[in-house]
């Protein structure tokens, strides 16, 4: 940036002091910048003037600011909006530097988020209402997009918004499908399409899905970019490389959520945009896969004659109709074109876009065709194809609880920037250490940005945190809910300790339960916790409690691991422990619950509690038993034996019993006594495995009671 700029943005910072950088734009229109790849158009017509003009027309035609909620990037009429265009609408503006219409079409979009739907805009709206039920994934993704341009441009607050749209948007991929092989596909909206059904290739936009996977390290990104490719050779033409505006998992032509087969299964107006969408990773990352397609598909457009290209065929390349193809279809094959190293095939279709005046007419045109005069002139860039300095990228990522800070918040940074990284651990984690260009354990530091670097904060478990610790002595459920028909009160009917406990009613099958949402950022997958619940029932005279986790894994669909396994005879309280249960790695959703087997009594709960694994959630009330006094056992174990030494209390027969994990009686073994002398009896541990187990010694009455862990 020249001196002179740079003066002139501090003067409009000082100005709008609430602006990051002002209204001014770091890369102003035009860069008509050389793309690393690909082959820029030689027709002298086909320039930034034109790019100009097409966009000016546009914001005549189809900016409307009398909305109150914003500014409305209009499609069929003054009043109607469709979230593709508005996508396409804010990737215009951004690389235009058209800061006021950017922040007000941004503002429409927020106010057109609904929370039934993810938070994603409703696919087609007035400035009052909506007017198209569902949501259309390839708006919000140009949306996220639009906004790192934002950021790229103006800098401030921008690329903590596009992280929060990107965010959402990744709930839209269905990955590791296995109906596709373990590929990532995109849903078609919030709640349908995707793994279960069919996706669109026009939703997808591999260059855009490596800028996400740069500002928010996510590799999600980066494979569902790859997994693009696959898709695409499932279902294009080997012949033409034509596509189906809709396909299955197996790559095979069906119908979208329209239902339309005759219209989904063909070269539609979805389908006509993709050249221009895969075109972007070959010109700026020189993507092969994107050439090779770019190549086939243009090649073949060029050989039917511009004039007569149609707006629709079969994937064999038969015509569908009668109507001219227009800008939507040829302005995206002139894109697709750069990829192409024929040049007459590049002159044949960029020509034909040189001629074209952005008149007043369908609005479809004027919104793709503002997309692809930006790409064919040099305009639609990434940061690092444009920036005057050098840049580099800083990667960081995360093992264990907790995130990483950064200041300035960016994802490339000038040669020779100092950041400033910070681990913040989650509650009940400590921060560890940093690997990979940067190594210690200061939990803040400052990195120089010589060269990409790429950095990992690891935090571990701090030791003893207990997460959640609920008696319910407050006369609440403490969070804890009924699922199915089951309804949870609190109770002073029964308790295991102190005054209250809660009540489980109403149970019409065996799963409905009385259950605990866990908190993620505290129970991360990949670690091992330890869970304690106790339990009574008094309606049989014996019955089984099972503490079980649910959560949902990387293909959306539900598991039921159990966490903890205990008979429960009537009126009898017993836990239900486990004191290393491992949550698997990469799930979400996660819901502990208490349920029976089989039955569908009424049951109480109490003294549920949740942590680190390592401190024992283990209570000696396991074994239920009355008039239970301090212990006064030593008790040691080997990898073959567990030694118990006591102090007789009463003379007579004391037993001395080995309990497992579950409560169940692993052996016993009765001593004579007398009262106040020193007693020592060894078990035959050698088959047992390593664990928790509960001793206790019996005797007139009294009990004496202690934990041990076996070692292994």
Not at 362 to 372: L, V
Not at 680 to 693: D, E, M, Q, R, V
């Amino acid at each position: 940036m020249s001196i002179k700029k740079i003066f002139a943005a501090a003067l409009v910072c000082t100005a709008f002091v609430t602006v990051a950088f002002g209204q001014t734009a770091k890369y102003p229109f035009p860069q008509n910048i050389t793309y690393p790849h690909g082959y820029m158009p030689t027709n002298a017509n086909l320039n930034s003037t034109k790019a100009q003009g097409w966009y000016d027309t546009w914001k005549t035609n189809h900016i409307v600011t009398t909305c109150t909620h914003g500014i409305m990037p209009t499609a069929d009429d003054q009043t109607l909006v469709k979230v593709e265009g508005m996508g396409w609408a804010m990737i215009a503006t951004a690389y235009m530097g058209d800061k006021v219409n950017f922040d007000g079409i941004y503002k429409f979009y927020n106010s057109k988020l609904n929370g039934n739907n993810g938070n994603m805009m409703d696919w087609k709206v007035t400035c009052n209402e909506k007017q198209g039920n569902g949501t259309a994934t390839d708006g919000d993704l140009d949306v996220a997009f639009g906004l790192v341009v934002a950021s790229w441009q103006w800098g401030g607050a921008y690329l903590d918004s596009a992280k929060v749209v990107i965010a959402r948007c990744k709930t839209l991929i269905d990955q590791n499908c296995a109906a596709a092989g373990g590929l990532h596909v995109l849903k078609a909206g919030s709640g349908y399409g995707g793994c279960s059904s069919y996706t669109d290739l026009s939703y997808y936009t591999p260059a855009f899905f490596r800028v996400f996977a740069e500002v928010t390290n996510d590799p999600v990104w980066t494979k569902l970019a790859n997994d693009t490719y696959e898709h695409l050779a499932k279902n294009a033409n080997s012949q033409t490389g034509i596509i189906s505006g809709w396909q299955d998992m197996t790559g095979k032509a069906i119908a979208g959520p329209s239902g339309n087969a005759g219209d989904d299964s063909t070269y539609n107006f979805d389908a006509c945009r993709v050249p221009w969408r895969f075109a972007l990773d070959y010109l700026w990352n020189g993507n092969e896969q994107a050439k090779a397609w770019c190549e086939k598909i243009t090649t073949w457009a060029n050989n039917q004659g511009v004039n007569n290209l149609k707006s629709g065929y079969t994937r064999s390349g038969t015509a569908t109709t009668s109507s001219n193809a227009g800008m939507p279809f040829i302005g995206a094959w002139a894109v697709g074109a750069m990829a192409n190293e024929n040049q007459t095939v590049r002159n044949n279709l960029q020509n034909y876009v040189a001629s074209q005046s952005n008149n007043a007419g369908h609005w479809y045109p004027q919104h793709t065709g503002n997309m692809y005069m930006l790409a064919l002139t040099g305009n639609m860039w990434k940061e690092d194809l444009v920036s005057s300095v050098t840049t580099h990228l800083l990667t960081t990522a995360v093992v264990g609880g907790g995130i990483v800070d950064r200041s300035p918040n960016a994802a490339r940074y000038e040669n020779g920037a100092s950041v400033r990284l910070a681990a913040r651990p989650n509650s009940g984690w400590k921060f560890d250490s940093w690997s990979g260009a940067v190594t210690g354990t200061d939990t803040v530091i400052n990195v120089l940005m010589n060269e990409a670097k790429s950095i990992t904060a690891t935090f571990v478990l701090s030791g003893n945190a207990t997460y959640f610790n609920h008696d319910y002595e407050d006369g609440t459920a403490q969070s804890w809910y009924g699922r199915g028909d089951a309804s949870v009160t609190n109770t002073t009917q029964n308790k295991y300790e102190g005054t209250r406990s809660i009540y489980v009613t109403g149970r019409t099958s065996a799963w409905h339960s009385v259950a605990y949402n866990l908190n993620s950022s505290q129970f991360v997958p990949g670690y091992s916790y330890r869970f304690s619940v106790m339990a009574m029932q008094n309606a049989t005279a014996l019955d089984t409690f099972k503490l079980t986790l649910l959560y949902t894994d990387n293909n959306s669909e539900p598991h039921y691991d159990q966490v903890a396994l205990a008979a429960a005879p009537s009126g009898q309280w017993v836990q239900l422990a486990n004191d290393a249960f491992s949550i698997p790695d990469n799930v979400t959703e996660l819901i502990l619950y208490v349920e029976t087997s089989n039955s569908t009594i009424n049951f109480y709960i109490d003294d549920a509690s949740g942590g680190v694994s390592g401190s024992s959630s283990i209570s000696d009330n396991r074994v239920p038993q009355p008039n239970v006094k301090k212990s006064s056992l030593k008790v040691t174990a080997k990898k073959s034996a567990v030694n118990v030494k006591f102090k007789a209390k009463n003379s007579g027969t004391a037993e001395l019993r080995l309990y497992g994990l579950k409560g169940n009686l692993v052996t016993k073994a009765s001593l004579q006594t007398v009262a106040g002398k020193s007693y020592s009896h060894t078990f035959n541990a050698g088959k047992l495995p390593n664990g928790f187990y509960i001793v206790s010694v019996h005797s007139n009455g009294s009990i004496e009671k202690s934990r041990v862990i076996m070692p292994k």
